[in-house]
């Protein structure tokens, strides 16, 4: 069999930054304390716990099995995540992305060149999933600002809603930057439409479901934070899952 022409590019890229609030905590708390609970610890826990953060509607992040990371440190851990259904014309499909999420001293990568589609018979009878390359890179970085109190205008507004680049110094906050290339053989009825008009289709249904997952879940992982950094029995619970991973190895 001739190896497949994947003439059809969709390539798209986007950024979203969520504000990092961290209550203030009591007077009495020992410096220690401050620097245990700060935005850097937090984003060096395990990150087989990124399965507790919450996930936009119809998507989800499953730790696979094998990958036991019970502390920091720089070994990848895989995990499979499902997108919420995107729909092509037509067609409706939901990707399901095997993915490495590989911790680093200024950063977390999360990288995959391994996805599958499901949701149509249309898939199975062209073998869509043999024809196309996939490769994506999300960058999580963050600004710790240990100074950072919480901000008094903020009943107007979520503080954590999705900022511009130009976001004013001084606040701690969580970024992550995505690319994603796909190349594709497009199959029959799709492949009689001229390819500017499948990219250009391809590129808007795809930069919109990036935008969707991205900014939820940079959103939800500030929150989480909030919430960790602030609630001792939900710091001890996340203590206590590095501590069952431990003794399952």
Not at 73 to 86: A, C, G, Q, S
């Given at each position: 069999t001739s190896s497949r022409i994947k003439d059809t590019k969709v390539a798209v890229e986007g950024k979203s930054t969520a504000l990092v609030i961290r209550p203030p905590l009591p007077p009495q708390s020992s410096t220690s304390l401050v620097d245990d609970v700060s935005l850097?610890?937090?984003?060096?826990?395990p990150v087989?716990?990124?399965v507790l953060i919450?996930?936009?509607?119809?998507?989800?992040?499953?730790?696979?099995?094998?990958?036991?990371?019970?502390s920091y440190?720089?070994?990848?851990?895989?995990?499979?995540?499902?997108?919420?259904?995107?729909t092509f014309f037509n067609l409706t499909l939901q990707p399901v992305?095997?993915?490495?999420?590989?911790?680093?001293?200024d950063?977390?990568?999360?990288?995959?060149?391994?996805?599958?589609?499901?949701?149509s018979p249309f898939i199975e009878k062209t073998r869509l999933n043999e024809r196309f390359d996939f490769q994506v890179r999300t960058s999580l970085t963050w600004n710790d600002d240990d100074d950072m109190q919480v901000l008094s205008k903020s009943s107007s507004a979520d503080n954590n809603e999705q900022r511009n680049d130009d976001e004013e110094e001084g606040c701690s906050?969580?970024?992550?930057?995505?690319?994603?290339?796909?190349d594709v053989d497009v199959p029959r009825p799709f492949s009689s439409i001229p390819k500017f008009i499948l990219q250009r289709t391809g590129n808007?249904?795809?930069?919109?479901?990036?935008?969707?997952?991205?900014?939820?879940?940079?959103?939800n992982l500030a929150n989480d934070y909030t919430k960790w950094c602030s609630d001792d029995e939900y710091r001890s619970y996340r203590a206590s899952l590095s501590l069952k991973e431990t003794t399952n190895l």
């Open positions: 850097t610890n937090y984003m060096r826990l087989e716990q990124y919450e996930m936009p509607l119809g998507s989800s992040l499953t730790k696979l099995d094998g990958n036991n990371n019970s440190n720089e070994t990848p851990t895989e995990f499979e995540l499902v997108v919420p259904e995107i992305v095997l993915c490495t999420v590989q911790p680093m001293d950063k977390v990568v999360i990288s995959s060149n391994n996805c599958y589609l499901r949701g906050s969580i970024t992550a930057t995505t690319s994603i290339d796909v808007a249904a795809m930069k919109l479901s990036l935008k969707f997952i991205q900014a939820n879940f940079v959103r």
